[in-house]
């Protein structure tokens, strides 16, 4: 189907899949770090998945294809996904788990900033400063503080989150602008592969314990899940409905992170996430597409999780 028409039952199906692939590794996180150490956690999701997308990528020469852009496939490795996962890793040690989706859920806040500085004026349009105005507030009243929050959310572990999502705001440009004519697949394959080889001499270093079967299963889940599985369906997702239409799926993902948080690990719904969750969202949603169901044509790549 052309990115402008409606979606397709197909396209539906791929859009909530991506919802939930891409809400759920919050919880997968939060369960993991109780006993596998931050790095620990980056290589063995980053490894496992490569693994598992290598003969993807090695089918149809894709793999080769990113081999020759190494450079720039290791530099969006390491903005995209070595420096987030480990800073999701640390910052849910002591952060709940639907709080960090929604502070990720500003990606589209950050990459709009991004594109303002790149010189597009189209940001400064009324209705997306209002949404970047209106985002920011909701992500003030988020980390307000203890007298919201009850003393459970730390400026450092809300800061790593929110530089997560300046990472995850940053990375689509180099995709965009080195990497266009790489193959997806083989650009995520390779910049997974390397990112666990860098982190694997780190995690035998910081990992002290052994680690626990609910730990094992999350982990287990975040690679297979949430990385591999994950990307070939957004994969599927963008040639079904667009490059354009695809990312909306990014602002239904914190909903996912928020009621998991709540039902498996019990984690409050506290004043101030109540009231900033929607001014989040709307804020996303208008800064980065001025409040309209089809957004100016673009190519990005929302955030791997």
């Not at 993991?32 to 020469?61: D, N």
Request: charged share 10%.
């Amino acid at each position: 189907m052309t990115p402008h028409a409606g979606f397709s039952r197909r396209g539906w199906l791929l859009f909530g899949a991506m919802a939930l692939l891409w809400g759920v590794p919050y919880l997968f996180i939060s369960v993991a770090v109780e006993s596998f150490s931050p790095p620990a956690v980056v290589a063995g999701r980053t490894l496992i998945a490569a693994l598992l997308l290598l003969p993807f990528a090695i089918r149809g020469g894709a793999l080769r294809a990113a081999w020759k852009h190494w450079p720039w496939v290791l530099a969006f490795g390491l903005i995209e996904m070595a420096g987030p996962f480990l800073l999701l890793g640390h910052a849910e040690l002591t952060l709940p788990s639907g709080m960090t989706g929604l502070l990720v859920a500003t990606v589209p806040l950050f990459a709009a900033l991004i594109a303002l500085g790149g010189g597009d004026r189209g940001v400064l349009r009324p209705s997306r400063a209002i949404g970047l105005v209106v985002g920011f507030l909701g992500v003030a009243i988020v980390v307000a503080g203890p007298g919201l929050f009850g003393g459970e959310v730390t400026l450092l572990a809300a800061g790593e989150v929110l530089l997560v999502a300046v990472l995850y705001a940053t990375a689509p440009f180099i995709v965009a602008r080195r990497l266009g004519d790489v193959p997806s697949i083989g650009t995520i394959t390779l910049s997974l592969l390397m990112i666990g080889v860098l982190y694997l001499p780190i995690a035998l270093l910081t990992q002290h314990e052994v680690p626990t079967l609910p730990s094992i299963g999350a982990l287990l889940a975040l690679a297979v899940i949430c990385t591999a599985v994950a990307f070939l369906a957004f994969f599927a997702l963008i040639r079904e409905v667009g490059p354009v239409r695809a990312p909306l799926f990014t602002y239904v993902n914190p909903v996912v992170a928020i009621i998991l948080g709540a039902l498996v690990l019990s984690e409050p719904l506290t004043p101030g996430l109540l009231i900033g969750f929607p001014l989040i969202i709307a804020g996303c949603w208008f800064a980065a597409t001025g409040g309209r169901l089809r957004p100016a044509a673009s190519v990005t790549v929302p955030p791997a999780l």
